[in-house]
């Protein structure tokens, strides 16, 4: 294990329904740090630049116009395994599906508007985290 830096969205469900401060709540709460921070509204673009790994994928015209539709909270988690720990934290991509526990199945609406998204690994990370911060905005 090492110290790692992951790129996690609160998503416009969630922030649509006041729960900036529960979630960042359950990361804290199980060791992770809020290194970076910032509210934003993706354009249309900017989401399907986000999600171009998805762009031949049936839910992606879907997934960018939910993703631009309202303000996103955007952060970055530091912490012990960051990126298996939030992912872990997040619970599986469908809220029917996911533990119990976990912010998805407490806080997801359906599989599209999950309340959260996090990085799945070390260069996805490192490109997410550049994709919304500067260096000199991480501390
Ligand atoms: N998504 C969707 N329908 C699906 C699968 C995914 O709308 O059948 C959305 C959902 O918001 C998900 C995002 O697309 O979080 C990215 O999908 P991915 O498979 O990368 O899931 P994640 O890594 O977010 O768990
Ligand atoms: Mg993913």
């Not at 530091?78 to 809220?95: C, F, L, S, V």
């Not at 526990?101 to 690994?121: L, M, P």
Request: one cysteine or more.
């Amino acid at each position: 294990m090492s110290v790692e830096k992951t790129l996690s969205i609160i998503k416009p469900d969630a922030v649509s329904r006041n729960l900036i401060g529960e979630i960042l709540g359950r990361f804290e709460a199980a060791g992770l740090r809020v290194a970076a921070g910032k509210l934003l509204r993706l354009t249309p673009e900017r989401a399907q630049a986000f999600y171009a790994v998805h762009k031949e994928r049936p839910f992606f015209a879907s997934l960018c116009a939910y993703m631009s539709s309202g303000p996103i909270f955007v952060s970055v988690l530091q912490g012990e395994n960051a990126i298996m720990k939030n992912r872990e934290i997040m619970g599986a991509t469908d809220p029917a599906k996911a533990a119990p526990g976990t912010i998805r199945k407490d806080c997801g609406k359906d599989v599209e508007q999950n309340a959260v998204h996090g990085s799945d690994g070390p260069e996805t990370a490192g490109s997410e985290i550049a994709f919304f911060f500067r260096p000199d905005e991480i501390f």
